[in-house]
């Protein structure tokens, strides 16, 4: 699907369900345009959650990822994009870091992300899944739609046409 994320403000900012995420991220991997349905995570400074949503068929789907805004360790990484990539997921969001930018950046793959670092994250099963969750001005529900491009990400509950 082709869109900008500038023209869906410009039809349907009036409605009542469209979130506008503040600019907090930045964009990795080749793919600077995604969209799909949501599945939310919320995690801390522990990826194996993230592991495990991306083993499952992402097709259609992007990953959103609360991270707690973590500057300490990656929740997201390459070895975790080529997961990814295999299992048909059309993008990820991760409010927290990736690390391997250079490798995910050559990678057909949309990723938006805090920043980078270097460490792992821990591996301790933590986290919840398919929950609201609200980081950069957005309430990210399981199921809604999110489009993302070089201007923004977008958030709306129904898939727009």
């Not at 959103?64 to 805004?69: E, K, N």
Request: proline residues 2%; contains cysteine.
């Amino acid at each position: 699907m082709s869109f900008l994320t500038a023209d869906l403000c410009d039809r349907f900012a009036e409605r009542e369900s469209f979130q506008i995420a503040e600019p907090l991220f930045r964009p990795f991997g080749k793919l600077k345009q995604f969209c799909g349905q949501i599945t939310t995570l919320r995690v801390f400074e522990d990826n194996s959650l993230v592991r495990q949503v991306l083993e499952e068929d992402g097709t259609g789907r992007v990953l959103v990822v609360d991270g707690g805004g973590s500057r300490r360790c990656a929740l997201f990484g390459d070895t975790l994009a080529g997961m990814a990539l295999n299992n048909g997921w059309q993008g990820i969001i991760i409010y927290g870091c990736l690390r391997g930018s250079e490798i995910v950046n050559e990678m057909p793959i949309g990723v938006r992300a805090l920043d980078t670092h270097p460490l792992r994250s821990r591996k301790h099963g933590h986290g919840e899944r398919d929950i609201m969750i609200t980081f950069a001005g957005v309430n990210f529900k399981k199921d809604q739609y999110l489009y993302a491009d070089s201007d923004g990400i977008i958030v709306v509950d129904a898939k727009l046409d």
